[in-house]
């Protein structure tokens, strides 16, 4: 049995000003996103330039910021909204989602492309490369943050979060990392190595990222407030990655299927 170590929120305090670990993680996140997207950007010279790669990431850190906390709000915490609609702008009191920063995020590059005049769905697929590292990064945050631990366990590895209760439960901060972040990222990062359909890599970014959340979510301690849906299993995060899995299926039918095996065998 391990016990959680207590980390300091605060990375570095100069006088009044306070760094956070959070907020050095969310600084790695969209920092190694935008030096991997410039990397693969140089072996597509005739598509990105530098500046749209800068570009890019800034709609994507807003996307994923305004979307993570407005998905926070509306899918976790309606009622605290409903009760105290100035919540939804106190972001220093924590709060994000995954799914709303995805939601965001699509939005964001929406507008981005259309300015730009790229394909919607093809920058997509040039981006789905780059999320899972800023997952990890997001998740390691998490852990530092002492925030959704597991449900209590009895395998070795379970770990003492004394700020909850002295029960051993699963690290799954530390699962999802491993998952959403270092398995997610080396499977779509190897698959859009070379020349896929288009939708075929979102496809497995989506598919890849539903099944790992759908399946950490069963060692996932669900939102107090919340608690079970239903069956005393179903828990909000397994609703919300639902439509993530079957999007993934649907991307990889239309790239394999519905696009003709000329594109499949490269053919014109």
Same mark, same amino acid.
């Given at each position: 049995?391990?016990?959680?170590?207590?980390? +300091?929120?605060?990375?570095?305090?100069?006088?009044?000003?306070?760094?956070?670990?959070?907020? %050095?993680?969310?600084?790695?996140?969209? *920092?190694?996103?935008?030096?991997?997207?410039?990397?693969?950007?140089?072996?597509? !010279? +005739?598509?990105?330039?530098?500046?749209?790669?800068? @570009? &890019?990431?800034?709609?994507?850190?807003?996307?994923?910021?305004?979307?993570?906390? $407005? *998905?926070? $709000? =509306?899918?976790?915490?309606? +009622?605290?909204? %409903?009760?105290?609609?100035?919540?939804?702008?106190?972001?220093?009191?924590?709060?994000?989602?995954?799914?709303?920063?995805?939601?965001?995020?699509?939005?964001?590059?929406? =507008?981005?492309?259309?300015?730009?005049?790229?394909?919607?769905?093809?920058?997509? +697929?040039?981006?789905?490369?780059?999320?899972?590292?800023? &997952?990890?990064? *997001?998740?390691?945050?998490?852990?530092?943050? *002492?925030?959704?631990?597991?449900?209590?366990? @009895?395998?070795?590895?379970?770990?003492?979060?004394?700020?909850?209760?002295?029960?051993?439960?699963?690290?799954?901060?530390?699962? #999802?990392? !491993?998952? #959403?972040?270092?398995?997610?990222?080396?499977?779509?990062?190897?698959?859009?190595?070379?020349?896929?359909?288009?939708?075929?890599?979102?496809?497995?970014?989506?598919?890849?990222?539903?099944?790992?959340?759908?399946?950490? #979510?069963?060692?996932? #301690?669900? @939102?107090?407030?919340?608690?079970?849906?239903?069956?005393?299993?179903?828990?909000?995060?397994?609703?919300?990655?639902?439509?993530?899995?079957?999007?993934?299926?649907?991307?990889?039918?239309?790239?394999?299927?519905?696009?003709?095996?000329?594109?499949?065998?490269?053919?014109?």
């Amino acid at each position: 049995m391990l016990t959680y170590p207590q980390f +300091d929120p605060v990375a570095i305090a100069i006088g009044p000003l306070s760094i956070h670990w959070y907020g %050095i993680m969310y600084i790695i996140a969209f *920092g190694g996103a935008w030096a991997l997207a410039s990397y693969r950007a140089r072996k597509l !010279a +005739d598509q990105w330039t530098a500046e749209q790669i800068s @570009d &890019l990431v800034f709609y994507g850190a807003l996307g994923a910021v305004l979307g993570g906390r $407005v *998905g926070s $709000v =509306f899918f976790y915490n309606f +009622d605290r909204f %409903i009760e105290d609609p100035i919540w939804l702008f106190r972001v220093w009191e924590g709060g994000m989602s995954f799914h709303g920063g995805f939601l965001g995020v699509l939005i964001a590059f929406y =507008f981005y492309t259309r300015s730009i005049r790229k394909d919607y769905w093809e920058t997509i +697929d040039f981006i789905a490369p780059f999320v899972p590292f800023g &997952l990890g990064a *997001g998740r390691i945050g998490n852990f530092i943050g *002492g925030e959704l631990w597991g449900q209590p366990t @009895d395998v070795p590895w379970g770990m003492v979060f004394p700020h909850v209760d002295n029960l051993a439960r699963h690290p799954s901060q530390l699962y #999802e990392f !491993a998952l #959403e972040g270092v398995a997610l990222f080396t499977i779509v990062w190897w698959f859009s190595s070379k020349p896929r359909p288009r939708l075929a890599v979102s496809g497995v970014f989506a598919l890849g990222y539903g099944v790992f959340r759908f399946f950490i #979510e069963f060692f996932r #301690e669900p @939102d107090a407030h919340i608690g079970y849906l239903a069956s005393n299993w179903l828990t909000m995060g397994h609703v919300l990655t639902l439509p993530l899995i079957l999007a993934g299926l649907l991307f990889l039918y239309l790239a394999y299927f519905r696009q003709g095996r000329f594109v499949l065998n490269g053919s014109t």
